[in-house]
């Protein structure tokens, strides 16, 4: 999915530029594995609490969280600068959290694997979210062996890399071209963080925005204040006292959009708002139903509306065949669309429902993924 394609150019980079043995390949392979995993089980352990406690919450649930889409987003900004050669990851006193996925070490072979499975849950694509429906309605053991197939069903293109003598000798030995090559992937992460943005404006208007776009300055001055290392002990003092105080800046504006409220997608014309009370009216009036299931931060929902719902040969047939289009936007968190996704064994979007009315006392639900 389109989703991971940042994290994963990042992996290559490495794997491109470090010139390890096989064995070396295999370690970080599977270290990468591990940490998607484990990613996805501690994902199960977090929704299946929930379910026992009542909660409704689907895959890909932290994209509701404008905080979280915030952090992503500052993530994915150092990385991208990090690329740049803006500042040199472990050697700056900034440098330690963004080690975890930068390097060649096995632990940012781990931590790729995290950040891999945190960015991509949201793409639950059409296999995937049957199989999670699936899981939330069994047993806590059977779930957690279904979450922990789908992590190494998502790694295991990566761990068959790490284990093939014939790929790694496609790889291109290092040389002066691999700062340009980081240069260039460097444009994916910053792509990232304009979806990011986006997502994050439908959620907390234009004023959450501009905080976070404020934190994003105060963290890029925070990393550029990294370069330079005073003599005197009270000039290193000032010096990180006034990082300090950026990221604690950052860190309050951040936290403060969770005051703030945006609008989702307004490109909704010809559909109908999702409610449980309209959608029950028209099955009793017997007008036929397309329901669609959707959110902002989901790339899978946008790119299907783009290619198979905005067509004027899309509204013009559900006309003539007298459908009345209904759209769940679940950008935000959304008590009545959790509950449908939850009465349909669902956990994930997108979702497309027809509620076929074949006469007043014969209903039909046909589920299309």
Not at 192 to 215: D, E, F, K, M, P
Request: net charge positive; charged share 10%.
């Amino acid at each position: 999915m389109p989703c991971v394609f940042p994290v994963l150019s990042l992996k290559a980079l490495s794997f491109a530029s470090s010139g390890h043995a096989d064995h070396k390949q295999h370690t970080h392979g599977w270290a990468y594995t591990a940490g998607v995993v484990g990613s996805f089980l501690v994902a199960a352990a977090i929704i299946l609490t929930a379910r026992q406690a009542g909660e409704m919450l689907g895959w890909g649930f932290q994209l509701q969280q404008p905080v979280f889409v915030a952090i992503l987003a500052y993530l994915f900004l150092v990385m991208g600068l990090s690329l740049f050669g803006m500042f040199h990851i472990g050697t700056q006193f900034m440098g330690a959290g963004q080690a975890l996925t930068s390097g060649s070490g096995v632990r940012s072979s781990f931590f790729t694997g995290v950040l891999a499975a945190v960015v991509a849950s949201p793409c639950t694509a059409p296999f995937m979210a049957p199989a999670l429906g699936v899981a939330l309605t069994q047993s806590v053991f059977v779930a957690l062996i279904i979450f922990a197939s789908l992590g190494f069903g998502m790694a295991l293109p990566f761990l068959a890399l790490s284990y093939s003598p014939k790929l790694a000798n496609y790889m291109p030995k290092p040389a002066a071209w691999m700062e340009t090559l980081k240069q260039i992937l460097a444009f994916p992460l910053l792509a990232t963080c304009i979806w990011l943005l986006w997502v994050l404006g439908h959620q907390s208007g234009s004023t959450g925005t501009a905080y976070v776009l404020t934190g994003a300055l105060l963290i890029t001055f925070a990393l550029w204040l990294t370069q330079f290392s005073p003599q005197t002990l009270g000039k290193k003092l000032a010096l990180r006292g006034l990082i300090v105080v950026c990221l604690l800046a950052a860190a309050h504006l951040t936290w403060q959009i969770r005051s703030f409220t945006g609008s989702a997608s307004n490109h909704y014309e010809n559909w109908e708002p999702y409610t449980p009370a309209r959608l029950q009216a028209l099955n009793q009036t017997g007008k036929p139903v397309f329901v669609n299931l959707t959110a902002d931060w989901c790339i899978t929902c946008k790119v299907n509306e783009t290619v198979a719902f905005s067509s004027k040969a899309f509204f013009a047939r559900a006309e003539e065949l007298g459908v009345t289009l209904l759209v769940g936007d679940w950008t935000n968190p959304d008590d009545d669309i959790a509950a449908l996704l939850k009465r349909y064994n669902r956990s994930g979007i997108p979702l497309y429902m027809v509620f076929q009315i074949q006469s007043t006392r014969s209903r039909k639900y046909c589920p299309n993924f």
